[in-house]
C-alpha cells in the first residue's frame, strides 16, 4: 500500500479532502477544478474521477454508544444526502467486522438532489453491541455531501442466569 497522502483545503467552507495513494507535492484549484502536481505529472480530478481513476471517498464516525453502556441492537439506519450515485452505509458493532452490515442508500430523484432515506434493519445474530462504528462511502467515484447520519439503535434487557 502506499504510503502518499495529500490534503486540499477549500478555503471559503473550510472542507478539508485526502487524497491517499497519490505521489502529489502541490494542488491547485484551476476553472472548478483541482489539479495534482507530481513527479509522474499533472492530473486533473473531474467528475468523481482523477485522470480517468474513480476517486474512493468515505468518512468513518468514532465509535459511539448512544449514550447508554447496555448493548443495543440498531433496527434502522438514514442518511440525509446530496449524490447522483450510490452511497454504501456500513455499521459495525463493537469494532467486530464479522458482523458489519452494508447497506446501499440509491437516489430516487434525479439530479444531485437533496434525499431523505431511512431504511428499516431485520434481525441477525450476534447484531448487537455496545459501541457502534459508522463508514458511508461512495460507489464508483460518485460526488457526495452528507445533510445527517441516523441510526435508530434499541436498548437489549439483560439476560438473567
Known amino acids: 500500500m502506499s504510503c502518499y497522502q495529500t490534503i486540499a483545503l477549500r478555503l ?16 491547485v484549484e484551476f476553472q472548478g477544478n483541482l489539479v495534482f502536481f507530481g513527479d509522474d505529472g499533472i492530473f486533473e480530478e473531474g467528475g468523481g474521477t482523477l485522470d480517468g481513476t ?9 465509535l459511539h454508544d448512544f449514550g447508554k453502556r447496555e448493548q443495543k441492537s440498531i433496527e434502522a439506519a438514514g442518511l440525509g444526502y446530496e449524490t447522483e450515485g450510490s ?3 456500513t455499521i459495525t458493532p463493537d469494532e467486530m467486522v464479522a458482523y458489519a452490515r452494508e447497506i446501499t442508500f440509491a437516489p430516487t430523484k434525479a ?4 434525499q431523505d432515506d431511512m431504511i428499516t434493519l431485520r434481525k441477525v445474530a450476534n447484531g448487537r453491541g455496545r459501541y457502534w462504528g459508522v463508514r458511508v462511502a461512495n460507489v464508483a467515484g460518485c460526488d ?3 445533510d445527517y447520519i441516523g441510526l435508530a439503535p434499541v436498548v437489549l434487557k439483560r439476560r438473567s442466569y
Open 12 to 27: 471559503p467552507n473550510r472542507a478539508a479532502s485526502q487524497y491517499l495513494g497519490y505521489d502529489f507535492n502541490s494542488v
Open 54 to 62: 474513480d476517486i474512493d471517498a468515505h468518512i468513518d464516525l468514532p
Open 87 to 89: 452511497l454504501v452505509m
Open 111 to 114: 439530479g444531485q438532489v437533496q
Open 144 to 146: 457526495f455531501s452528507l
